[in-house]
């Protein structure tokens, strides 16, 4: 199947393991970004995974085309161009202290692309599937509209579009959020969020405390029900994450395909190694899950496991197997050794 995903890659500076930024001296050199963590998930899958963006002609910008062909994405549609890659520092938290992200990503490359450096019609020719998230459009008003436009294109060419709603209060507000991303739905037939990314980017608040843990489906049937009904999506997924500390999450997700809903099993994920790319590791699962198995629940349960194992990982990518998410979901959690 061929798997289309529009965004930006990032360059992401982390201190070793649990230090602060201001305790070391040197970072690690990750590669990640939300619509890119999602074509390496689908490339593991053994999908055709193709990354559009922009990327300068320079060194970096070829360090982060490298990156992705080591996975087997396929960058045959990443414009070369522009004067800088996007930067960001991530400090991963343990127990109550959080993890802390710092952006340095205006006038990327893609942040500043024009329409003209992309052939959308070329781009979606073939394609099963497009996937977009909300934090492309938060970049920049240039990238909202590529967001449009490839959106138009996948529809012209019959593809199913999914939307990481994503919202990012360190790029846009949630007013600003909003003006951008309800008229974007139109094009949407999967919807992928959590109870936070609905209210701020789409004005859906479910009746459920997800802060005391109550986060059980009759919580979520209304909101569900009447994002279907507004934008006439054919998928409502919702992620549930309960958050006892940076390290220790439960883990579960929602499906709702206007006839049923269900609901995933729970993971008790403790201890987290690294938890971004979290959201993005479940977006791939899920695409990989509705593309190839027989039902919305088998589907949703490839996408939680898919997570959990990725909570486990450290870097923004899932470098995990369908056999090995498909092991976990069986139920093996035991990380006995294999030999």
Avoid at 13 to 29: E, I, K, T, Y
Avoid at 175 to 193: F, H, N, T, W
């Amino acid at each position: 199947m061929k798997v289309v995903t529009l965004g930006e890659i990032m360059l992401r500076l982390s201190p070793a393991g649990c230090h602060r930024f201001v305790q070391v001296d040197n970072f690690d050199v990750i590669w990640g970004g939300g619509e890119a963590n999602v074509a390496v998930s689908c490339a593991n899958y053994g999908h055709d995974a193709y990354f559009v963006s922009k990327l300068p002609k320079h060194e970096i910008g070829q360090a982060a085309v490298n990156a992705l062909r080591r996975y087997g994405v396929n960058t045959e549609f990443v414009a070369r161009g522009g004067d800088r890659v996007g930067i960001y520092y991530c400090e991963t938290g343990a127990s109550m202290r959080p993890s802390k992200v710092i952006y340095d990503r205006a006038n990327s490359a893609i942040a500043e692309a024009d329409p003209e450096d992309f052939d959308f019609d070329a781009i979606m020719e073939g394609a099963d599937w497009f996937h977009w998230s909300g934090i492309t459009p938060a970049i920049s008003d240039k990238a909202a509209e590529l967001t449009r436009l490839a959106c138009e294109a996948a529809k012209r060419h019959g593809v199913t579009v999914s939307v990481d709603l994503n919202f990012r209060k360190k790029l846009w507000t949630s007013e600003k959020a909003q003006s951008i991303m309800r008229p974007l739905m139109k094009y949407v037939d999967v919807c992928i969020g959590n109870e936070e990314d609905a209210e701020l980017c789409l004005g859906f608040k479910p009746d459920a405390d997800v802060e005391a843990g109550n986060t059980d489906a009759e919580g979520y049937k209304g909101i569900f029900q009447a994002m279907m009904k507004e934008f006439g999506f054919k998928y409502v997924v919702s992620t549930l994450r309960e958050s006892f500390s940076a390290t220790h999450n439960g883990w579960k997700a929602m499906i709702y395909n206007g006839e049923e809903f269900y609901q995933s099993k729970r993971y008790d994920i403790n201890p987290i190694i690294d938890r971004v790319g979290g959201g993005d590791s479940f977006s791939g699962g899920l695409i990989h899950g509705l593309l190839t198995k027989p039902n919305q629940g088998e589907a949703l349960e490839f996408a939680v496991a898919a997570s959990a194992l990725k909570h486990t990982i450290n870097g923004d990518f899932n470098l995990v197997t369908v056999a090995e998410v498909e092991a976990l979901a069986g139920g093996s959690a035991n990380g006995r050794v294999q030999r």
